[in-house]
């Protein structure tokens, strides 16, 4: 037999016609009037399809399809959404360099199987706050046949792992098509094959997701695998799917002549992107090295993990047998392209590092959290030899949430009856929030407890529908059933069953937690949920536990888990649920983000003060767990932290959600609800997120690379150029005289200034672009020293190669220091004081 493939269009009555155009921009996904109209076409058809409306409209009846062209109410609602839609598109774009935004996962919605967890959800929030903030934004990642596993369980609690494979026609997703009217497709080299990968367009708003798919008949069966599955396969694919990403989205950015000014690097999946790029300036005549600074000048590097091992990296053989000709191509030698991601390059053992490498071709680098700012700081602190983690360059922008996906459409009611009209644009400042002092407790009690009333629904509705066809015994069942109760007090604990995480924290105690959620008038649910990574044992065991848990008489309909956490299932915990539990091994969540999108909808949060919570937590608005470690033994701190929560859970959480006044609530409840609300909501906002991205990294970036590309990237080239200089010359700098205190020998009475001159053979450098610092450091152990004081050295005078420079300070601060007088480059061009990573102690 020879078939081939036709795809027939469901055509919809001309009247209808908008509704095809709505559905094919995800902007109906935080739009709720749009959500409606979808949902009012077939409420159970719309949830059977993941409320996938492209699905839903490709797959109409005929005769509902006729109705609905007929139904005068349904066609009014369609005009006033169209409407809204139209004047969403029409408003202008802001001003601000043009971005690219790289990520290997997109959370967009239920019905895009693009993303496993935070990371992609993460991605998704901010592409769709770059299209209300009318920014200059697009995106690129992978088109996905499978996406993240679906999750099941058998009835002992083993995960069970579905790939259903995503139909693109019933995608919001359109080819993009080249001049001839062809579909786009790149050539990327793997192996010595070329993959062909085709580009797809996923309009987000206002912007756009370009997506790369090899599944179709160009490649072989090998290479179309590339984009089955996110996150699976073993290290190789891996690889590979890193060269689809980074080399295969800057040809598809280039093939569509989209020319942007800087690069965003979410995590290091992304970080072949600069590979090609430097080749692409090699290839327009630039030396390598003045190619690496014109790549480095538009680069952000985002890091989400504070684990080393977290961070992908390859053996150097894997990386030869794909990546050997660009070192040619490159002009450079193998050597030196593996010393791109290496920290030690003479260490032939030592794996290719995309972190590494990210930084190396980065000139900014930021953590998603303040401490995991400081954490990176320490973890890179070895790349910058001279300093001390907290000079290192690295900064932070705080992840944030967004607010139109996460919010319950009736809390969102609610404040814009206080908050003023078109009140969300101006989303993260806090004046407008603190509004919910006027909203009447009793108001806010019933929105929530309608909300918690929905999802104990769902629950009920689920764990019947899971546990049937896990094939549990009905009498089971039905026991769970009947004791869940609405009046409970709900705790929520769901995200990826990554141990670090420490889902099972909470039964370390069995007795200890019977006894909290069986109280007399005091019922307590915990409600779990997450999916553990198909090759991870450990995470899997953690829900067997909890599963095991879950079925013994006294936790039944207390413990619950849920199976198959996805994005919906997020929306209705975080709105649901009365408190947020997070609990993860400190100092390992960079910032974790369902915390934030609970906070938005008055959850309070009950977390330890690692990643966001740290910057979140106010003891008015929440509870938390230290954030200093007591133990180094991990069984120990367990055990600790468990008893901490049993303890607060028995002494301040339960007795104040249940101390009912003749309302039937708590006041005492009801101000911690309100303080989540006013202040700590605003900050992890999208916009304040975007805001901060603008401030602290896109404005710079955006500078450096106008600066650096002048006149065909002149400045670009020079500064490559003096840094060549600087670097061979380093080496011969000599310290000609250093004139300062006998500090061996004497002590500096306080009071006295502390005073240095020295004088330096700087080889030929010239000193005006060298800096010269006085260090002053505080012992606190054997490998640790803190810095206490730096101050800058005056240039006094010159003669050629020979400077010297001098210092005269008021000590100010008595105690015993060490001291050093570091030299380093200085160049206008510099970004920081990293960014030619020489030191010399004089
Ligand atoms: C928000 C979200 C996450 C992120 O959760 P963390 O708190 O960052 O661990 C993960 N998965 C889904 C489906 C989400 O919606």
């Not at 006149?711 to 670097?727: G, H, I, M, R, Y």
């Not at 505080?778 to 800058?792: F, M, Q, S, Y």
């Not at 008595?814 to 990293?834: C, D, I, K, S, T």
């Amino acid at each position: 037999m020879k078939l081939k493939r036709i795809f027939i269009q469901n055509q919809l009555p001309k009247e209808l016609e908008p509704l095809n155009r709505l559905s094919h921009n995800i902007w109906w996904s935080w739009n709720f009037d749009a959500q409606e109209l979808f949902n009012s076409i077939d409420p159970d058809r719309f949830v059977k399809l993941n409320y996938n409306p492209v699905a839903l409209m490709e797959t109409l009846d005929p005769i509902r399809m006729q109705e609905l062209a007929k139904d005068k109410a349904f066609l009014k609602k369609l005009k006033s959404v169209e409407k809204q839609f139209d004047a969403y598109l029409a408003e202008p774009m802001k001003k601000g360099p043009k971005l690219a935004y790289f990520s290997m996962e997109y959370g967009l919605h239920i019905s895009l199987k693009l993303y496993s967890g935070g990371l992609g959800v993460l991605a998704g929030d901010y592409l769709k706050e770059a299209s209300d903030s009318n920014v200059n934004l697009f995106g690129v990642g992978l088109l996905y046949r499978y996406g993240y596993f679906n999750q099941g369980l058998s009835m002992n609690g083993d995960q069970i792992h579905h790939y259903p494979a995503q139909k693109f026609t019933q995608l919001p997703v359109e080819p993009v098509r080249n001049a001839d009217g062809n579909w786009l497709k790149v050539s990327v080299p793997i192996q010595g094959r070329i993959v062909r990968a085709k580009v797809w367009k996923l309009p987000i708003g206002r912007i756009n997701l370009y997506l790369l798919d090899t599944d179709h008949e160009d490649n072989s069966q090998e290479d179309r695998a590339l984009t089955h599955m996110l996150y699976g396969g073993d290290n190789e694919h891996r690889l590979k799917q890193e060269i689809l990403l980074g080399i295969g989205g800057v040809r598809a950015i280039e093939a569509m002549g989209l020319e942007p000014e800087v690069y965003h690097l979410n995590e290091g999946h992304a970080a072949f992107l600069s590979i090609e790029r430097l080749k692409n300036h090699v290839g327009d005549g630039m030396s390598f090295n003045e190619a690496v600074e014109a790549v480095r000048a538009s680069s952000l590097y985002t890091t989400h993990t504070p684990v080393p091992a977290g961070h992908d990296h390859f053996p150097e053989h894997m990386l030869r047998e794909y990546l050997y000709h660009y070192a040619g191509e490159l002009g450079i030698d193998w050597y030196d392209f593996v010393a791109l991601g290496r920290l030690n390059p003479d260490d032939s053992g030592e794996d290719f590092n995309m972190s590494k490498l990210s930084i190396r071709l980065s000139q900014r680098v930021n953590g998603v959290s303040k401490l995991h700012g400081e954490v990176s700081r320490e973890m890179f602190t070895s790349l910058y030899p001279g300093y001390t983690a907290e000079e290192v360059h690295i900064g932070y922008v705080t992840n944030s949430v967004h607010y139109p996906t996460w919010i319950a459409n009736e809390i969102h009611d609610l404040y814009s009856t206080q908050f003023g009209k078109d009140w969300v644009r101006d989303q993260s400042n806090k004046d407008i929030w603190r509004k919910i002092h006027n909203i009447d407790d009793k108001k806010l009690f019933d929105v929530r407890h309608k909300l918690k009333v929905r999802l104990l629904d769902y629950v009920r509705e689920k764990l019947e529908a899971d546990m049937r066809r896990r094939g549990e015994s009905p009498r089971v069942t039905f026991d769970i059933l009947s004791k869940i109760n609405n009046d409970a007090l709900v705790l929520g604990f769901a995200r990826r069953f990554a141990t670090y995480k420490r889902a099972t924290l909470l039964f370390q105690n069995e007795e200890r937690l019977r006894e909290l959620v069986n109280q007399e008038g005091r019922p307590v649910i915990f409600l779990f949920a997450g999916k553990a990574h198909p090759a991870d044992q450990g995470g899997q065991d953690l829900i067997r536990h909890i599963i095991h848990i879950s079925k013994k008489p006294e936790f039944a309909g207390k413990v619950i888990f849920l199976e198959d956490y996805n994005m919906e299932m997020a929306k209705l915990l975080t709105q649901g649920v009365d408190i947020w539990l997070n609990t993860p091994t400190r100092p390992l969540e960079a910032s974790g983000t369902s915390g934030m999108k609970a906070a938005l909808n008055g959850s309070v949060n009950f977390s330890v003060l690692d990643g966001w919570w740290a910057e979140g937590y106010r003891p008015d608005a929440g509870w938390a767990l230290p954030l200093e470690r007591t133990y180094e033994d991990q069984h120990l701190q367990n055990e600790l932290d468990a008893e901490t929560i049993y303890r607060i859970m028995e002494e301040e959480i339960v007795p104040t959600y249940f101390d009912r006044d003749k309302n039937g609530i708590s006041k005492t409840w009801m101000s911690y609800v309100k303080q989540i609300i006013a202040e700590v909501a605003p900050t992890f906002t999208m916009k304040r997120m975007m805001d901060d991205y603008y401030e602290r990294f896109y404005f710079p970036l955006g500078k450096s690379q106008k600066a650096a590309s002048k006149s065909n990237w002149k400045p670009a080239k020079e500064f490559a150029a003096w840094k060549q200089d600087v670097l061979t010359t380093w080496g011969g700098i000599e310290v000609v005289e250093s004139k300062t205190h006998d500090t061996v020998n004497h002590a500096l009475p306080l009071g006295e200034p502390f005073v240095a001159e020295i004088t330096l053979d700087t080889n030929g450098i010239d000193p005006r672009k060298l800096l010269l610092e006085a260090c002053f450091y505080e012992r606190l152990g054997e490998d640790e020293i803190k810095l206490r004081r730096k101050e800058v050295f005056e240039l006094k005078k010159s003669k050629g190669s020979r400077a010297t420079w001098s210092i005269s300070l008021d000590p100010r601060l008595a105690g015993v220091y060490e001291y050093g007088f570091r030299l380093r480059p200085n160049h206008p061009m510099m970004p920081h004081a990293q960014d030619l990573n020489l030191v010399f102690w004089a």
